[in-house]
Each structure stands twice: as C-alpha cells, then as structure tokens.
C-alpha cells in the first residue's frame, strides 16, 4: 500500500487537513457546565495479494464546556493520540498532542441571531520527520478507514460564525456563514512552512419536532483559497456540497434514528512550483461519498440506562489518480447508563469490514470506546 503512490507530497498535507471536523455553534438554555473524556482505540487491516498492513491509533480526547452568562457559553477540545503503523518489514509510530480548539457562542435577540468565534492553538505535534511519521500520517489520511483523529499539530487558526434563525410553529430554520483563517506551520521537517488557504462556507438548515418522531435537515457549500509553501502556490482544496438529513423516533423505552450524508467533492488545483506557479493538474483527490446510518435504543422506564444496535454503510467514489472506488460496512452495540446524579458512563464497540480500490483492497477494523462525562 505505501508504495501505491496516489497521494503524495503537498496533496498528503491537504487531505489531513480536508479530514478536520469545525467545532459547531451550540446555544442551549439553561445546561451546566459540563466536561467529557472519551478514550478510543481503533485498528484497521489493509490486506491485497502483496501486503498485510495494519494501522492502529489509540486517542483520549477531553471536552469542555462552560456558560459564562446567559446566552454567552466556551467549548474547549483536546487530546492525546498514539498511532502506530505494522508492515511486513516494520513498526512506525506517530504520536503527540493534539491541538488546542476553543469557541465561544453567543447568541442574541431571543436565539434568532448567533455569533462566534473559535482559535486553534497551535499545541500539536507538526514538523513530522519524513522517514517514520509520514509513513502513518499516509494512512491517517486516507478517506477510505476511519479515525477519531487524523491529524494532530498545524498552524494557529481563527473561525468566525455569523447566523440567524427563526421558528414557524414545530420547525426551526436558520442559515449562517463561516469564514476560518490558517495559519502557516512546518507540517514535515525539511518541506518548509506550509500555510493553508482560507476557508468560507454557507450554511442552511431546517429540524420540526413532533409528538414521536423528529426531523433535521441541512446543507453546506465550502471553498478554498489556495495553498502556500514557502509564499509559493501549491495546492488548492476541491469546494465541497454536504448535504445531510435525519430522523428519529422515540415510543416509550425505544427509539430508532437514521441519518444519511452525500458529499460532493469538485476537482483539486496542483501548481508546478518550478514553472513560475503554472496549474500542473486539476483533478479528483476525494471521490464524492454517501454515508448511512441506522440505530436502535432501549432505555430503562426511569432512563438510568440505554443499549442498542447500529449499522453503517460508507461509499466513496473512485478519484482521477487511478484509484478506483471504496466501500465499508460497519455493526457495532453502543451502551449508556449514569453514574449517580452529574456523571455518566459510555461504552461502544463497532466492526469495520469492506473494500478499496475496485476491490484491490480488503478491509476489516474494529474500534472500542469509553467515555466519561460529568456536569457540575
């Protein structure tokens, strides 16, 4: 698999950032101040006629949150990840501290309009040496296996969120727009000081809520400006259409929920920085992807408890590097249950199995989880 050359170089750098998760703007009345650990241990194999691979990554994320005043609330994430990569041949490891990620929420005229504001510390490990680390950061990176963390250090960023929302009988809707600054990091050691473009989305979203079942609905458009290394033109990230809709059902004890996501994911910009800046190629890193999911919850008449089933169903399509189209399924039991009056306790387990490239690639993983959260 690492000398299947597909993603290489400045595109690796991209799609480790292309996996990062915003933190979202969250106003909800009343909630205390609370905090959460969640230690998660993940492995994948990565199996064809030649190689027998295996990736694993073990990371303890802590998040904060804390109201400040009325309508006003901060939200802290962190964490630690250790991954390791196991070839024929030998061990790689890659570990660190992630990040530091702070938002600050507020909202205003009775909830209908909401602002905020969010840094990246640059806390992380960056500055990964390409004989060991890149090797792992490789696998970390691609779309296809999934992690709780893909990448841990990068350059000190700046978010900012502006949105309005409004309410007809059951249904809530609102549209917002995020603009989000990078700055420059030494991502490999010896490649020189990368700073990724600037980032803008839109966002609208609608969820009404009935007697048993509700409904949410949302989507985004992203773009990006172009990446930099040394002040030099490299790469420019793909826009990106997310379109995302979901349901649940409660009925006494039980509660069903399903979910689905499409990404839609345009061609991305490779400059040649030894002809004066010129487009090299302007091609498909990220094919587009469906996502599905479906629940199960039983909880105790008193809800001091909840168990259940899940089921997930992940396709990507094939890229313009060769690289043909993935796919993966995955069962798994989640578990719940409070630990007197202010903390609870969460357990889950769920296998990954499928394949990749046009089934070049077999791919079976598993990932464990338990969590801890506590208010005040």
């Known amino acids: 698999m690492r000398n299947h050359n597909w993603i290489i170089g400045i595109g690796l750098i991209a799609l480790m950032l292309a996996g990062a998760v915003p933190v979202r703007a969250q106003i909800v009345y009343g909630q205390p101040a609370a905090g959460g650990l969640r230690v998660n241990y993940c492995r994948w194999t990565v199996e064809s006629e030649n190689i027998k691979e295996k990736i694993g990554q073990f990371t303890v994320p802590l998040n904060a949150f804390v109201p400040l005043k009325d309508n006003l609330e901060a939200r802290l994430f962190v964490a630690e990840a250790s991954n390791s990569l196991k070839t024929d041949a030998e061990t790689y490891s890659l570990s660190g501290l992630s990040d530091i990620r702070l938002q600050l929420n507020q909202s ?73 600054l990078n700055g420059a990091y030494e991502a490999f ?29 949302d989507m985004s458009f992203s773009t990006y400006a172009v990446d930099k290394l040394e002040d030099r033109k490299v790469f420019r990230q793909s826009r990106v259409f997310d379109i995302h809709a979901g349901t649940t059902y409660h009925r006494e004890t039980m509660t069903i929920s399903g979910d689905a996501r499409y990404f839609v994911r345009g061609r991305n910009t490779t400059y040649d920085t030894t002809a ?14 469906f996502f599905t999911s ?61 394949q990749a490239d046009d089934g070049r690639y077999d791919l079976s993983g598993f990932q464990l989880s338990l969590g801890l959260g506590t208010t005040l």
Request: proline share 2%; hydrophobic share 40%; net charge negative.
């Open 108 to 180: 205003l005229a009775e909830d209908h309009v909401l602002f905020s504001l969010g840094l990246n510390l640059p806390t992380g490990k960056k500055a990964l040496n390409l004989s060991e680390e890149r090797l792992v950061a490789e696998y970390l990176a691609y779309d296809f296996l999934t992690f709780p963390l893909r990448r841990l250090g990068e350059g000190f960023g700046l978010n900012a969120t502006a949105g309005v929302a409004g309410a007809s009988g059951a249904t809530r809707y609102g549209i917002a727009a995020t603009a989000q």
């Open 189 to 217: 050691d010896g490649l020189g000081d990368y700073n990724p473009g600037e980032m803008f989305s839109l966002n609208a979203g609608l969820d009404t809520r009935g007697d048993r079942m509700n409904f949410l609905a």
């Open 276 to 289: 004066a800046e010129t487009i090299r190629d302007q091609l498909k890193i990220y094919g587009n992807e």
């Open 294 to 354: 479906l629940a199960m919850a039983w909880s105790s008449a008193s809800g001091s408890w909840h168990a259940g089933p899940l089921l997930e169903y992940r396709i990507i399509g094939g890229n313009e590097y060769d690289f043909g189209s993935s796919h993966t399924i995955a069962a798994g039991i989640e578990y719940g249950c409070k630990l007197g009056r202010t903390a609870n306790l969460g357990l889950g387990v769920k296998y990954f199995t499928g």
